[in-house]
T-cell receptor, first 111, second 117 residues
Framework: RKEVEQDPGPFNVPEGATVAFNCTYS??????FFWYRQDCRKEPKLLMS???SGNEDGRFTAQLNRASQYISLLIRDSKLSDSATYLC????????????FGGGTRLMVKP | NAGVTQTPKFRVLKTGQSMTLLCAQD?????MYWYRQDPGMGLRLIHY???????AKGEVPDGYNVSRLKKQNFLLGLESAAPSQTSVYFC????????????????FGSGTRLTVV
């Protein structure tokens, strides 16, 4: 079993839709969680950090469920510009702040 | 504010050739990392450094060496390139706080696309 798993998608949604992705992790000692956005042939860029139960930033909401060991990303009122791959990353209790990344979920927002 | 800069952006090597990828950051970050990204495999950690003069192995270190002689630079070397090392390589850096133990997110460079033929 991979340490961090994501549904690769693609998720095809119309503009204005609400879409949610899940990311499961296997290490129960994981402390911090992140969502990154990666555009085609570009570097990942930090979207949100999740240190406790959740975080909200505009149309984006991230939630953490420690009991079931998953984090979720909810995008409301999807825009064409939201089309990208979304990576989740998990940090365990390790010196060096090493992140383990999921394979990413691809989102395509259609007009 | 340059952030994290990687050079070169593209490179084609022949099997057996060597090369060095350079990563430079101007954010005074202590932690630096090298990842490779392959289709279906996601980002995998090659080597990392928690400070000047220190390096450590990540998940997939074989075939690579690194050096961190200066705080702002982290070099990744391929001594004898193999086709299996064809990939996109990302360097990243991270702030760390001596008082706040929670990890911070990474800032990535724009990547190096390496093809080994």
């Amino acid at each position: 079993r991979k340490e961090v798993e994501q549904d690769p998608g693609p998720f095809n949604v119309p503009e204005g839709a609400t879409v949610a992705f899940n990311c499961t992790y296997s290490n129960s000692a994981s402390q911090s969680f992140f969502w990154y956005r990666q555009d085609c042939r570009k570097e990942p860029k930090l979207l949100m950090s999740v240190y406790s139960s959740g975080n909200e930033d505009g149309r984006f909401t991230a939630q953490l469920n420690r009991a079931s060991q998953y984090i979720s990303l909810l995008i409301r009122d999807s825009k064409l510009s939201d089309s990208a791959t979304y990576l989740c990353a998990v940090s365990g209790n390790n010196a060096g702040n090493m992140l383990t990344f999921g394979g990413g979920t691809r989102l395509m927002v259609k007009p | 504010n340059a952030g994290v800069t990687q050079t070169p952006k593209f490179r084609v090597l022949k099997t057996g050739q060597s090369m060095t990828l350079l990563c430079a950051q101007d954010m005074n970050h202590e932690y630096m990392y090298w990842y490779r990204q392959d289709p279906g495999m996601g980002l995998r950690l090659i080597h990392y450094s928690v400070g000047e003069g220190t390096t450590a192995k990540g998940e997939v270190p074989d075939g690579y060496n690194v050096s961190r002689l200066k705080k702002q630079n982290f070099l990744l070397g391929l001594e004898s390139a193999a086709p299996s090392q064809t990939s996109v390589y990302f360097c990243a850096s991270s702030y760390n706080s001596r008082t706040d133990p929670l990890p911070y997110g990474y800032t990535f460079g724009s990547g190096t696309r390496l093809t080994v033929v």
